[in-house]
């Protein structure tokens, strides 16, 4: 089945005065529509229909937007501190939701006309890892759902913890299982491949780790590898990742780098990595032959080109965003 086309590029930007939502062709980067009047826009989610977005703003409201226009179209409390990340689960009922700070899990009903609904369910997490000052707590930091199973995983940066989620029919997430990720390593984003593998940055450890279901259908930690060349000792925070043609390709904030990772192999191996062209890579997305690449420091997006052989050329700047954020290609 071919994918739908994409009619837009959707940015999330945290500017001096607040959030903003910005909405550009995909084919000029000419802005159609800017939303603002947010607290702030750290990450965004789009209902399967593509007629909704969602926004967390990372103070703590999650924002419904609809089109034509883009409009605010309803608030709600995000279920905790900072909310970071959240997504639509497949059945496009409910969207879930990671709050970093208070390290909740919440639930949100999706209303007939799209809008989000109060909170119908929360989940509290505790622990706690080796890495002073980023570990001292649980963190929650990102949700993708198993197109497979059905279920949500949430990374635990703070606690190097995945915690597998069902979601019923009334929301409730219920824990299938909690997995312990290599020590100090602090997940951070994770991706699910084609053939059912789950890749995770590791924002602490500077690495992508790799799982797969055993026999019991439990994920099992099996690999790591380093997401740079080598380590000159500049301080290194790797933030999304994405798949690319038998590669990850993964942004080191810090290095300013993106990491391009083979994972066709029997081993996963470091085989590029490329300037972003700009400052502290916060998010990426790939439209189609490109690697596009929200710059959160240096108030541009980038797009690199993907060769044949899935490595990325030199980075072109396509567009001017205060605190570009996070990039979602919308389709019809």
Known sequence: ????????????????DGGAVIVFDPATWEPRHETDGMAGALALAAHPSGRALYVADGVGEL????????DV?????????LPCALNVDPSGRFVVTANYLSAD??????????TLGALVAERHHEGSGPVAGRQDTAHLHHVAFDPAHGTAVVTDLGGDRLYEYAIDVEGRPDVVDEVATPSGSGPRHSVFGANGELFVSGELSSTLSRYRRDDTGRLRWIEAVPTRETDD?????????????????????????IAVIDVTGPRLELVQEQPCG????????????QLLCANRQSDTI????????ARLGAPVAVAEVTGP????????
């Not at 924002?63 to 226009?69: A, T, W």
């Not at 700009?278 to 032959?289: E, I, R, T, Y």
Request: glycine share 14%; proline share 10%; charged share 10%.
């Open 105 to 114: 899990l919440a639930v949100h009903p999706i209303g007939a006309d799209l």
């Open 233 to 257: 000792g500049t301080e290194n925070y790797p933030s999304e990742l994405v798949l690319g043609p038998g590669v990850v390709y993964l942004a080191n904030r810090g290095r300013d780098t």
């Open 1 to 16: 089945m071919s994918r739908a086309p994409v009619t837009a590029i959707v940015v999330a930007s945290e500017g001096p």
């Open 325 to 332: 954020c996070w990039i979602l290609p919308l389709c019809a």
């Open 63 to 70: 924002v419904s937007l609809g089109g034509p226009g883009w």
């Open 278 to 289: 700009g400052a502290f890579p916060q998010h990426l997305a790939v439209l189609g032959d």
């Open 302 to 309: 980038t797009a690199l080109p993907i060769d044949d052989t």
């Open 73 to 81: 179209l309803g608030r709600q409390p995000s279920g905790g501190n």
